[in-house]
């Protein structure tokens, strides 16, 4: 996907785009009637987020030769503060941003920034201004909005618009939910809720007549693609029987083999008291 320049006032289309698009002011105006025109037209002033952006940009706009040149979305509000672009509030200022001597703050109150398009080696290069003076302004159209992305988050980047998808979901515009494995349980039959086996549907599992279930009949399918706890098991009545008696008869003698063992604990210890009860009256006639 390409970004394109639309030229105002009938000029022509640099390029076809799904992307974002650039645009420009065609008279100059101070900073504050400059952002209104980009919002009331587009979408905002354009915001730079990287070097790469800076210099596709300045590819884009036409060439001065001198002031005013074009107002670019990075503000203050006072001299100690951090330059901050307008909309997200990102600090990013390239290594080679400003130029050469910039920001100088001529006038202790140069709290707006504009972009040089001539062609020295200061083209591309950013230069604080007051923000009353009157420059061309850059704007930028965004093509993302709330429902591209489906179940996601849309980032425009240059020649590219990329959809972070919410936890649960995949696709190029996060419009497909993860699937968990197709479920498969001998002796049982399910349903799942929307009749689908996706992120955060539930499955019921229900044994087949004669069969008795052990185990949780529901499981959910979790964001990692895989299905909650362990699938639940259909047991024939007779062998569930067994298995309850088994654990019956298994309770039983554990209960018998503590009881022995408590009671032979006892026993040694009653043996253990006899000797002294029976010595103890014979040492106090002695004394």
């Given at each position: ?93 390239g290594e080679q941003s400003w130029a050469t001597n910039e920001p100088n703050n001529n006038f202790s109150n140069e709290f707006c920034v504009e972009i040089y398009t001539n062609s020295g080696e200061n083209r591309g290069k950013w230069n604080d201004e007051k923000c009353i003076n ?13 429902t591209i992305c489906g179940r996601g988050r849309c980032e425009e980047t240059i020649e590219n618009i990329k959809c972070h998808c919410d936890p649960g979901f995949k696709g190029d515009r996060c419009q497909t939910a993860v699937e968990c494995p197709p479920l498969s349980q001998p ?101």
């Amino acid at each position: 996907m390409k970004w394109t320049l639309i030229l105002l006032l009938g000029g022509p289309l640099a390029e076809t785009t799904l992307g974002w698009t650039y645009h420009y002011s065609p008279t100059p105006m101070n900073w504050t009637q400059a952002r209104q025109w980009c919002q009331t037209h587009y979408t905002d002033m354009v915001v730079i987020q990287n070097q790469k952006e800076n210099d596709y940009l300045v590819s884009l706009l036409p060439n001065k030769t001198k002031s005013p040149y074009y107002w670019i979305g990075i503000t203050k509000n006072h001299k100690n503060e951090t330059w901050t672009w307008v909309g997200n509030n990102s600090t990013w200022i390239g290594e080679q941003s400003w130029a050469t001597n910039e920001p100088n703050n001529n006038f202790s109150n140069e709290f707006c920034v504009e972009i040089y398009t001539n062609s020295g080696e200061n083209r591309g290069k950013w230069n604080d201004e007051k923000c009353i003076n009157k420059k061309y302004t850059a704007c930028y159209k965004a093509q993302c909005n709330t429902t591209i992305c489906g179940r996601g988050r849309c980032e425009e980047t240059i020649e590219n618009i990329k959809c972070h998808c919410d936890p649960g979901f995949k696709g190029d515009r996060c419009q497909t939910a993860v699937e968990c494995p197709p479920l498969s349980q001998p002796n049982a039959y399910h349903n799942c809720t929307e009749g689908n086996q996706t992120f955060n549907s539930t499955c019921h599992f229900k044994c087949n007549p004669g069969f008795l279930m052990i185990g949780s009949p529901n499981v959910t399918c979790e964001i990692t693609g895989a299905w909650s706890g362990p699938r639940p098991i259909c047991e024939s009545y007779k062998q569930a029987l067994l298995a309850v008696a088994g654990c019956g008869a298994l309770t039983a003698c554990c209960c018998i083999c503590f009881c022995w063992m408590k009671r032979r604990k006892r026993k040694k210890l009653a043996q253990e008291r006899q000797p002294e009860e029976v010595t103890s009256p014979s040492s106090e006639v002695q004394g």
